[in-house]
């Protein structure tokens, strides 16, 4: 049973557009989330985190929300760049567990048409 | 610079061979990860260890192994490959001294495996 999960697999938008991926989790022990880009054949890149604490971080082009009601984040990225083109994971971590290993959603892979 | 160093980047074994894949990281870090990717199911963790001689099981241990003899080595063992392992196997390592954040955790490049 997958306790973070990414339901788009893909999405494409156009260049300069908003981008925006969703994710969802279920273990209420969660209280840090981030975001990680992954290009093939490369170890995953981290982007942006959030505390639970937070509703909203905002990095450059890269903004997440987090909704603890709803145990849903979202990543935006404005304007899109077609470097942008990855694939992207949500993940989570209880900081309070030992080890703060992280637990990954499906991934969304993304591309930005020019 | 920090690297967390994976020795193999690709391997193609036969079922049944015992394999190893083997993570080194120059951080001396406390915390090692072992995960696969694979399409669809994201990162899974498999192993991983919070210090020397330690080891936890992740999410998916079932048909794997870990090795820490030594703080900055990180083994993976397959004791007897299938066809079902085949995929692509990413170390990571964070320090346990300091308060975790994305900025914290070292993912090596990857090492792909194929199980014929």
């Known amino acids: 049973d997958q306790q973070v999960k990414q339901n788009s697999p893909s999405l494409s938008v156009q260049e300069g557009r908003i981008s925006i991926l969703n994710c969802d989790y279920t273990n209420s022990m969660f209280d840090y989330f981030l975001w990680y880009k992954k290009y093939p054949a490369e170890g995953p890149t981290f982007l942006i985190s959030i505390s639970s604490i937070k509703d909203k971080n905002e990095d450059g082009r890269f903004t997440v929300f987090l909704n603890k009601s709803a145990k849903h984040l979202s990543l935006h990225i404005v304007p899109s760049q077609p470097g942008d083109s990855a694939v992207y994971f949500c993940?989570?971590?209880?900081?309070?567990?030992?080890?703060?290993?992280?637990?990954f959603g499906g991934g969304t892979r993304v591309l930005v048409k020019p | 610079d920090v690297k967390v160093t994976q020795s193999s980047r690709y391997l193609v074994k036969r079922t049944g061979e015992k394999v190893f894949l083997e993570c080194v990281q120059d951080m001396d870090h406390e915390n090692m990860f072992w995960y696969r990717q694979d399409p669809g199911l994201g990162l899974r963790l498999i192993y991983f260890s919070y210090d020397v001689k330690m080891k936890e099981k992740g999410d998916i241990p079932e048909g794997y192994s870990v090795s820490r003899e030594k703080k900055e080595r990180f083994s993976l063992i397959l004791e007897s490959a299938s066809t079902n392992q085949t995929s692509m196997y990413l170390c990571a390592s964070s320090s346990g001294q300091t308060i975790f954040s994305g900025n914290t955790i070292y993912f090596g490049e990857g090492s792909w495996l194929t199980v014929v």
């Open positions: 993940a989570a971590s209880d900081r309070g567990a030992a080890g703060n290993k992280l637990t």
